[in-house]
């Protein structure tokens, strides 16, 4: 699909980037084929795992691609640097998310008290319970249902 009288669009990712907008059939997937490699290349420079690096990259060309279809303005020679610019601000919020945790996680050990030892009742209900479950489990019928109970409890 050729652009109107006064849109110049210089790249051919602009091109898919303008089809994809205008829904011609077949420019998403290749507007995701092209994007897809260079951003799975720039997670991997982070060294990210192979795994997630395709994850990622998925992640932001599908986000590229549902921004085009929607109404937002977007320049469309611009849409390389915009798909990287996604996947950076991706990876700059798992990284944000991860050290948040990792803090709370510090932070929340240390007012982690140590849990008592059972008052000897408590410790002769649990023991009680213990048997009875012992022996229901012994009145089933099937051995693989015995056996499914055992793991569970």
Same mark, same amino acid.
């Given at each position: 699909?050729?652009?109107?009288?006064?849109?110049?669009?210089?790249? +051919? &990712?602009?091109?898919?980037?303008?089809?994809?907008?205008?829904?011609?059939?077949?420019?998403?997937?290749?507007?995701?084929?092209? &994007?897809?490699?260079? /951003?799975?290349?720039?997670?991997?420079?982070?060294?990210?795992?192979?795994?997630?690096?395709?994850? @990622?990259?998925?992640?932001?060309?599908?986000?590229?691609?549902?921004? /085009?279809?929607?109404?937002?303005? &977007?320049?469309?020679?611009?849409?390389?640097?915009?798909?990287?610019?996604?996947?950076?601000?991706? &990876?700059?919020?798992?990284?944000?998310?991860?050290?948040?945790?990792?803090?709370?996680?510090?932070?929340?050990?240390?007012?982690?008290?140590?849990?008592?030892?059972?008052?000897?009742?408590?410790?002769?209900?649990?023991?009680?319970?213990?048997?009875?479950?012992?022996?229901?489990? +012994?009145? @089933?019928?099937?051995?693989?249902?015995?056996? @499914?109970?055992?793991?569970?409890?």
């Amino acid at each position: 699909m050729d652009a109107p009288k006064g849109l110049e669009i210089r790249t +051919e &990712l602009g091109q898919l980037a303008y089809g994809v907008r205008h829904r011609v059939a077949g420019a998403e997937d290749q507007l995701a084929r092209k &994007l897809q490699e260079p /951003l799975r290349i720039m997670c991997r420079a982070r060294r990210i795992d192979p795994h997630e690096a395709d994850d @990622l990259a998925q992640e932001a060309v599908m986000t590229v691609i549902e921004r /085009l279809r929607g109404e937002e303005h &977007l320049a469309f020679d611009a849409i390389a640097t915009y798909a990287r610019n996604t996947l950076v601000n991706m &990876l700059i919020g798992d990284r944000r998310r991860d050290s948040r945790r990792e803090a709370l996680m510090d932070k929340g050990m240390d007012q982690v008290k140590p849990t008592p030892p059972l008052p000897p009742d408590k410790f002769l209900d649990r023991v009680r319970v213990t048997e009875a479950i012992e022996e229901a489990i +012994e009145q @089933l019928s099937q051995p693989r249902d015995r056996e @499914l109970i055992r793991q569970y409890y």
